[in-house]
């Protein structure tokens, strides 16, 4: 099985514009499909660092002089490239969520599918796990974490059964307390929920495409464009309202003479969503956004 089957693979890289000799960042590096893709369009003095804080990914690592890993949340983007001596890019590229490797590998607790320790961090060095948000928080933390980011109707009654429940060990255990909770026909979708939110909240992830989104005007070239591929609304929403407003509330300011005050300039007017084949090839390419922005002048 692939690692990760990249999505939007051609759609995405053709946004970031490859110059020959340009500088990229690939923010979610994983089994390297969109790195590969942007390599294949670089000429010999062309540069592109890929993030990933997850061990795993370094098997993946492509034999080319032009690529450098950097093991790191891409939370670090600006921080972490000047640590290479880089100032500047031409285009960065982020494929948001989850691996498709990371929820084949049962162990690691992202999946319902498997029985595995309640885990679900990216990085495995990190102390705080699924467990802890499980059996440590309070019933309005689990309440909040489930309504913001699973938008569960059910997170008050969930989150008392979770209490009830403790202590919760595996996933197993999640899924017997959880499923109770689904609507008819939709336990399948109602779980995913369940395991989305937490992981969110372990990994922090919304908090980090925050903090990407803005050190990145600040390490794009004029010109510079940034690729965003989302995977639900939580996401998209993020990075929809900062190319157009330049702030994550999506209410506009502008300046005295009426011009949107924005960093960014959106390139794509509405998302670009897979075709049907490619979502029949890949189903975890379903819920796929695809947005590109681009900096604008400072002259």
Do not use: W
Request: proline fraction near 5%.
């Amino acid at each position: 099985m692939d690692y990760h089957k990249p999505v939007l693979l051609h759609e995405s890289v053709d946004l970031m514009s490859i110059q020959a000799e340009g500088t990229y960042v690939d923010l979610t590096f994983g089994g390297g499909g969109h790195s590969r893709e942007i390599l294949s369009r670089l000429g010999p003095n062309g540069k592109l660092f890929g993030f990933d804080q997850d061990p795993d990914a370094e098997a993946n690592v492509p034999e080319d002089p032009r690529f450098t890993l950097i093991a790191s949340n891409f939370r670090h983007l600006k921080r972490m490239l000047r640590l290479h001596q880089v100032r500047k890019v031409d285009a960065i590229l982020g494929d948001f969520g989850i691996s498709s490797h990371q929820i084949d590998e049962g162990a690691r607790g992202f999946s319902l599918r498997y029985e595995a320790e309640l885990d679900m961090r990216m990085n495995p060095d990190k102390a705080f796990d699924a467990k802890a948000v499980l059996n440590r928080y309070s019933e309005k933390q689990l309440k909040d974490l489930f309504f913001r980011y699973g938008e569960i109707r059910s997170a008050a009654a969930l989150s008392r059964a979770i209490i009830q429940a403790r202590p919760l060990q595996t996933t197993f255990d999640l899924v017997a307390v959880a499923e109770k909770f689904a609507p008819r026909n939709k336990r399948g979708q109602f779980l995913a929920q369940v395991f989305q939110a937490i992981r969110i909240e372990v990994n922090e992830e919304l908090l980090v495409i925050e903090e990407m989104l803005q050190q990145a005007p600040e390490v794009l070239k004029d010109g510079g464009r940034l690729v965003c591929i989302s995977y639900h609304s939580l996401e998209d929403r993020l990075v929809k309202n900062f190319f157009r407003t330049g702030n994550f509330e999506g209410k506009p300011k502008k300046d005295f003479y009426g011009n949107l005050i924005r960093p960014l300039e959106p390139i794509t007017r509405k998302p670009i969503a897979p075709e049907a084949n490619e979502i029949n090839e890949n189903p975890r390419a379903r819920s796929a956004k695809l947005r590109a922005a681009e900096l604008l002048s400072k002259e």
